[in-house]
């Protein structure tokens, strides 16, 4: 690891970790709290995701739709408007709403095989970002003079890597740069997740195997045809079996780097808390 122990983490002048693990136990607010101290750089994913990997993508599908519409079609073939998204720390809703929900079209769904398509630009994108972590902790200090370094991962990170491979090509890269801090959280938390994701379900990415044995099995259940699922309603069916697939894969990972609970993060008020929470992390490890 980065950091051999407690000691050697207070007394190291750059401190640089990459923290994973569900969305919605607090790695954005983990890195917004750093962020506010002045000394640290946030590196978001997703922000690194929408504006550089996957801009282009979703500002033409904008386009797409605007084209439909006479007014707008006239105006953009003049050049007389100009449309693009307007992604930000806190409006990340530009790729969720790429990356889109599979179902009728009539609900707002995407055919499966256009929603596989965009799977797999999210998967390569994220990828890309996620290697880009070590020049942007280079480029945060030598640039901008910031010396310690936050990697905001999205949810998804565990399907892109082979946990049980000591040798996994991305952990090994992202655990030379920074230490892997994996945010656990307890069974009241998923249920929390769960009753939340169902009030308000939002695009995930899957991996592609699971996707399609989740697919197949929602329509086998329901016997409906795929032409005509409620988006919404297939992602909330599939959203307790995706936190199930991932949890054992998160806890896999967490040997590259250290585990903290989602309580302890919550608890956070500052950059010492922080500090002190990843040194008793560490002491744990090794105890």
Known sequence: MLYRDADHWRAATQKRVLVYGMSGL???HLSTTLRGAGTWFHYSIDYRIGTRYMGELIADNAKAEAMKVPFLR???????????????FDNLSPVSTYLGKPG????????????RRRQEQFRRSELSALNDTGYFAERAQALYGYPNFICDTGGS????????DDYDALMTTLSSVCLPVWIKG??????????????APKPMAYQPAFLLECWNAYLAQTGTDAAKVDPDAFVRWT?????????????????????VTADEVASLKGEADFTALIATALERRVG
């Not at 079209?105 to 929603?115: A, N, Q, T, V």
């Not at 307890?186 to 009030?199: G, K, N, P, S, V």
């Not at 307790?240 to 806890?251: D, M, T, V, W």
Request: proline share 4%; with cysteine.
């Open 186 to 199: 307890d069974a009241a938390h998923t249920a929390a997740l769960i009753e939340r994701f169902d009030r």
């Open 104 to 115: 009728a079209s009539e609900k707002g769904g995407l055919p499966i095989d256009e929603y």
């Open 74 to 88: 006239e105006l953009l073939m003049s050049d007389s408007i100009y449309i693009g998204s307007n992604i930000t």
């Open 26 to 28: 607090g790695k954005t």
């Open 239 to 259: 959203y307790a079996r995706a936190l199930a697939h991932r949890q054992p894969r998160y806890e896999a990972m967490a040997r590259w780097g250290v585990t």
């Open 157 to 164: 990170i565990c399907e892109w890597v082979n946990p049980n």
